[in-house]
């Protein structure tokens, strides 16, 4: 089938616009809401690149949570905007695979509001009003409601700001020299709303390098996973996931931007990641890395295991960061085999990016993006889609929860959604994809209600430490009580040797007398050959398992010390000699300590008999008088 190409497609430049918006409830009567100053940044075409200022709408749905990339339409008739585009047979409705349409109209002749109505209705996805006078940014109002801007007001869901005259001129410019300006808006959303089904579908990426968008989507999936693969398990719930991708003009397919940022000769783009095409990854990376994603889906689904696309998008996120540049096929393969999920089909299912083809995949994803019955086109990453209708809110766990719940009968719910508290026992099988030492029965997988975790564990008050899912080794003071620290270690004939250092922040160090890497292995060397043991004229060597033997010849000794052979006799003279000076020690010792106690009772009987004499002139003040009868006449 051939596809139809048109202008609204693909840039040369990817240019991009972000408008960070700043919302806050001014009064709870009115309930309305003021937006302040956006700073706005366009990367190509190079007259206008660089940052502006522009002021989101204060009217429409105020609080968006995703991103839209477009292409900026400068209508020829009708550029106020202030009448329907109908009338000018004018049309901004996206086509299949390319990209949204921002139309650009000029301030003047009516209500903003009303700019956009019928910029809305006519197809697009966002405005841009340009002032018409040079003057300070102002906040897009709505107008007092009556009876005829009320039937519109309450309708209008697309996004829209205002930007000065100075840069509006330049827009319109660029456009009527031919060049084409691609946009990138990201805003809140506000309220979900859920049908009576409970099928959901979510617009994602692989990108994480997109700022607080991508932050928000990678923690949104990581938070949600267990609730979502409690629902799948239990068939509760229908899940899908989707990704955007858009084409690129054929008039473009052979330019430097179309070749770096689409696969299948321009059929399937995606922006770059930084925006920068000198440096870093390229759109095309994301696009391949979106169809590996789908592709892991399906090859899960067709196993009745829809719920591991969840586990590897996750664990992707975590092991194939773009900032630590992992970012690439031999990363998502270790994550694909680790999760169990058979890569041959993956990669038959993702077939060849460089061929001038369709992908069938990819084609089926494009027609998804088209708005049917009562769903609108998605435009907007990220979009949850329930019971084929868009969500409106923040991706958070508990709002998505409630707002998939609220598709279940009364009193039918199932259990995860009336407790959080719930496990998603993923750790049976496969080991949940994280490390283990099945000799030591030791893993880093974990269940919890938020699905299924790799962390190394603490055994036996051993942390041991790693990245959860291909490694994880004993750390600090007692590893090596647990599995040796994952060291190497052996024993042979009642010898054993390890490779183990009970220090903290030590690896694995071969002992002496072996070498090898530690964790593996050790090699026994041989001390005689390598370390030249045993040199001395009289002496000859044996290795031994991590040791030696030395023996000397004759009547000769061995002294290990200092690696030399002395004469026996010698050796028994200096022991005879050390014999005679133990013992002459011993009797000095002796002799010395009958002195001091002959010396101390000889010094005590001494004092003892002078206490007696003189007890019989006076008394002591230490002891009662004595009676004294010498003088008393005899009887």
Not at 94 to 122: E, H, I, M, Y
Not at 481 to 499: I, L, M, P, Q
Request: net charge negative; with cysteine; hydrophobic share 30%.
């Amino acid at each position: 089938m051939e596809r139809r190409r048109s202008a609204v497609g693909f840039s040369l430049g990817f240019s991009v616009l972000f408008l960070f918006v700043g919302v806050s409830l001014i009064s709870p009567a009115t309930a309305r809401f003021v937006v302040e100053k956006n700073s706005l940044t366009v990367t190509s075409p190079d007259s206008i690149k660089g940052t502006h200022d522009s002021a989101i709408g204060n009217f429409g749905i105020p609080q968006y949570g995703g991103s839209m990339a477009g292409t900026v339409i400068y209508p020829k008739e009708n550029m106020k905007g202030c009448k329907d585009f109908d009338d000018f047979g004018i049309s901004f409705k996206t086509k299949s695979g390319a990209l949204p349409t921002f139309v650009l109209v000029d301030r003047g002749d009516c209500f903003f509001a009303l700019k956009v109505w019928n910029a809305q209705k006519a197809g697009a996805s966002a405005v841009l009003v340009a002032d018409d006078i040079e003057e300070p940014l102002i906040t897009m109002d709505s107008p007092q409601e009556d009876g005829g801007s009320a039937k519109y007001i309450e309708n209008i869901t697309i996004p829209s700001a205002l930007i000065d005259k100075k840069f509006g001129d330049k827009l319109k410019k660029a456009l009527s020299s031919g060049d084409m300006v691609n946009v990138n808006l990201d805003w809140r959303e506000a309220v979900p709303h859920p049908d009576d089904r409970v099928e959901y579908e979510l617009w994602t990426n692989s990108n994480d390098e997109c700022g607080v968008k991508c932050d928000m989507l990678m923690e949104f999936v990581k938070n949600f996973k267990g609730a979502a693969q409690i629902l799948e398990k239990g068939g509760y719930t229908q899940f899908r996931p989707h990704y955007i991708t858009w084409y690129c003009p054929q008039a473009f397919t052979v330019s430097k931007q179309c070749k770096s940022q689409c696969i299948n000769h321009g059929r399937y783009c995606a922006p770059d990641p930084e925006q920068d095409f000198s440096q870093g990854y390229e759109g095309k990376d994301v696009v391949i890395e979106n169809l590996r994603q789908l592709c892991a889906f399906r090859v899960a689904n067709e196993s009745k295991k829809p719920w591991v696309w969840w586990d590897y998008v996750t664990d992707f996120q975590i092991r194939c960061p773009m900032k630590q540049k992992k970012y690439n096929k031999e990363c998502a393969d270790a994550v694909i085999q680790s999760l169990g999920i058979d890569i041959k089909q993956v990669e038959k299912c993702m077939g060849d990016p460089n061929t001038d083809s369709e992908n069938p995949v990819l084609e089926e994803e494009q027609d998804a993006q088209v708005g049917k019955g009562s769903r609108g086109d998605v435009t907007i990453l990220p979009t949850l889609v329930v019971n084929n209708r868009q969500y409106r809110g923040k991706l958070d766990k508990s709002a998505v929860l409630k707002a998939i719940c609220s598709g279940f009968e009364e009193t039918t719910e199932p259990a995860v959604c009336l407790s959080g508290d719930i496990e998603t026992n993923e750790c049976l099988d496969n080991n949940g994809g994280c490390w283990q030492d099945k000799t030591a029965n030791i893993t880093a997988c974990k269940d919890t209600f938020r699905g299924r975790v790799c962390e190394c564990p603490m055994v036996d008050g051993v942390q041991f430490r790693g990245d959860g899912y291909s490694t994880c080794q004993a750390s600090g003071p007692g590893r090596c009580k647990v599995n040796n620290g994952g060291c190497w270690h052996e024993t042979r004939d009642g010898k054993t040797f390890s490779a183990c250092v009970d220090v903290e922040g030590s690896k694995c160090k071969c002992p002496p007398g072996f070498r090898g890497d530690g964790v593996k292995s050790c090699e026994d060397i041989d001390e005689c050959k390598e370390k030249k043991r045993c040199q001395c004229p009289e002496c000859s060597c044996k290795n031994t398992w991590g040791s030696y033997d030395c023996t000397c010849s004759g009547e000769l000794l061995y002294i290990r010390d200092h690696d030399t052979c002395i004469s026996k006799r010698a050796g028994e003279v200096k022991t005879a000699w050390a014999a005679v000076w133990v013992i002459l020690i011993g009797l000095a010792i002796a002799a010395g300590g009958a002195y001091l106690v002959y010396k101390y009772r000889l010094r005590s009987y001494m004092d003892s008999e002078i206490r007696a004499i003189m007890a019989q002139y006076m008394p002591l003040d230490s002891q009662t008088e004595v009676p004294n009868h010498v003088g008393h006449d005899r009887t």
